[in-house]
């Protein structure tokens, strides 16, 4: 059993660049304010876990385990490693650190997630984030990869189901209002008007295919980190902060499986089948038996909404809906805050922003928060289950966690 002690994330709206942050830099503020938050000294640490799609790309910078010595003279000798499965490195990250404490070799874990990816042009961002895709062999043809990328399954789910792409534009309507709350999100100061989520070219520009402006998950610079302890050192931390250990939230369940790299290959496996993404489908299964907790008894989730097609396909492979039928969670409410199953209340991917390689971790710090009442005005009240729903490129690398008290 691993446990959350706590964590920190950074401002998403933040431009590192601008303020003149390298990695190095972004890599150090996460980690001493994630220390800070759980009042623990980095002797109190006993590995660390990096994730990290892009560094090499954006910022000319790998091999980040190295910024913990970097960082504090008491890391120097911790053993580090970093995780890259594209958007879903953090929750490869955090796997990896499970298995370590769960297989008894450490007690405590540092994981962290960052990028840097506002330093360059828009179209070289695309360029750089393309590389989880099948590299020469799949969307030669798109300026903007992910956002073809994921038209194409607004696609396939209109030849599998028919789509009304106004229940598109509703999801990300829902993730920018909940991000207004968040103190971390990027757009949380953003303005819109009724054609923001409107099919007007002028208000809610087409970027690559069926994928409008609305539709996009945020380029982001930022971090975040928790800290997970195995039972014996959360029931030590949790007798020094004088609660009990049954009031920590913990890693109750955990699926992750993986596709080819290719979409086309995805899409012509699951021909016939229930769900477009069966291998999303078995991980959100898995996550949810390990952890004996039925769909039921899940107060919230936060997925990835990339995109917000990304999103509807997340709402009926999570169960919410039949296969196809994710429209009629939309239109009931369901997944709004009061609703049967709220998604997304941090904001999301399309609200809070997507620095890639810190969202996984950024997802279970947010149901940390959830789970323990210190999600302020994003609270979901009496919540204590959560699942995320991390997934890398075209879902080839796809996590669920089950976390709760």
Known sequence: MTYILGG?????????????????????????????AVDLAPTDIDVGHVGNFVGDLFAGQGLLGGFFAMSHDDFDGLPTSRHEAACASGSIALLAACADIESGRYGTAAVLGLELMRNVPGVTAAEHLGAAAWNGHEYADATYVWPRAFSDLTDEYDRRYGIDERHLRRISEINF?????????????????????????????????????????QV???SAMVVLASAERAAEYAKKRGVPLESLPRIKGWGHRSAPISYARKIAASEGQAYVFPQVRRAIEEARARAGVPLEQID?????????????????????????????????GDIEMGGKLPINPSGGLIGCGHPVG?????????????????????QVEGAKNVQTLNIGGSTTTTVSLLIGV
């Open 8 to 36: 920190w994330q950074s401002d998403f709206s933040k431009n590192w660049a601008r303020e003149g942050m390298e990695m190095a830099d972004g890599f150090a503020q996460v980690l001493g304010e994630g220390l800070s």
């Open 177 to 217: 209002a909940n991000a207004k709350t968040n103190p971390n999100a990027q757009t949380r100061g953003w303005a819109f008007n009724n054609l923001s989520f409107s099919d007007d070219d002028e208000a809610n520009p087409v970027i690559e295919g069926r994928t409008r402006k609305s539709d996009c998950g």
């Open 220 to 222: 982001t610079d930022g």
């Open 300 to 332: 919230l989730v936060e997925t990835h909404d990339c995109f917000s097609m990304t999103e509807y396909m997340a709402i009926d492979h999570l169960g919410l809906t039949a296969p196809g039928e994710s429209w009629k969670a939309i239109e009931a």
């Open 358 to 378: 810190a969202t996984g971790v950024r997802m279970a710090l947010d149901a940390f928060k959830q789970t323990t009442g210190q999600a302020g005005a994003n």
